[in-house]
């Protein structure tokens, strides 16, 4: 079945330091990636959508300078968040679809503390 | 904007009891509904989708859920729980004329079942 690998599954960095998190799709071409932040307790919070070749797309009330979002081919999107502060801790999750009713595919997430 | 809503947001049962979880959405348009899962520790799992026809559709691990277009609703059943059904259940909506489209998801229940 469909793959997502997402990586890393957790790290700490420090507050002003920038984080980089990679969204694999091991077995489908991924035409539309997305990004979800997940607080405890709480839902999935979609950031943004990102499509091979173009620009992100965010959702409102999210930075688009903090959150940098490339996905420059099929199988790979990256979350680079700038300038971590410790409110940026969080689980961060992506999926990937191929579109057409193929479904999502979620990543494990990644837990990023800032301290 | 279309929006998810789970009633309930923690549910206890004991193992063998039946399990219904709410869901209801807001958007006038033709829509794709989806149920996942997401066990401790673990990536979100799709329980199981409705895109069209049946209305009652059957998923994986013996759950099933019911779209009631008239009620903008799309409630996740399943007859005798385990413990091992322990877990935090989504709700997620999407434009149906876009199956690719970005996922809504709605708050999440935690279902406890005590063995």
């Known amino acids: 079945g469909a793959v997502v690998s997402q990586h890393p599954s957790w790290v700490i960095c420090k507050s002003g330091t920038s984080v980089k998190i990679e969204c694999r799709s091991l077995?489908?071409?991924?035409?539309?990636m997305f990004w979800y932040r997940q607080f405890p307790k709480q839902s999935l919070m979609l950031m943004a959508t990102?499509?091979?070749?173009?620009?992100?797309?965010?959702e409102q009330g999210v930075e688009k300078d903090k959150f940098l979002i490339n996905h420059a081919s099929l199988t790979l999107s990256t979350l680079t968040v700038t300038s971590a502060h410790p409110e940026d801790s969080s689980f961060y999750i992506c999926?990937?679809?191929?579109?057409?009713?193929?479904?999502?595919?979620f990543g494990s997430g990644t837990r990023l503390t800032v301290v | 904007a279309q929006s998810v809503s789970q009633h309930n947001h923690h549910v206890i049962l004991s193992e063998a009891a039946s399990l219904e979880l709410g869901c209801n959405y807001s958007?006038?348009?033709?829509?794709?509904l989806f149920w996942y899962v997401q066990y401790p520790g673990q990536h979100l799992q799709l329980l199981l989708k409705?895109?069209?026809?049946?209305?009652l559709v059957k998923g994986i691990k013996g759950f099933e859920a019911e779209f009631i277009k008239s009620k903008f609703s799309f409630n996740l059943r399943k007859p005798s729980v385990q413990w091992s059904d322990t877990a935090e259940y989504f709700c997620?909506?999407?434009?149906?004329?876009?199956?690719?489209?970005?996922?809504?998801f709605g708050q999440g229940t935690e279902l406890s079942v005590k063995p």
């Open positions: 997620a909506v999407n434009e149906g004329n876009n199956q690719g489209g970005k996922l809504i």
């Open positions: 958007y006038g348009g033709t829509v794709n």
């Open positions: 077995d489908f071409q991924a035409t539309t």
């Open positions: 409705y895109f069209s026809g049946d209305p």
């Open positions: 999926s990937a679809t191929t579109g057409g009713g193929y479904g999502y595919t």
């Open positions: 990102s499509n091979e070749g173009s620009k992100a797309t965010y």
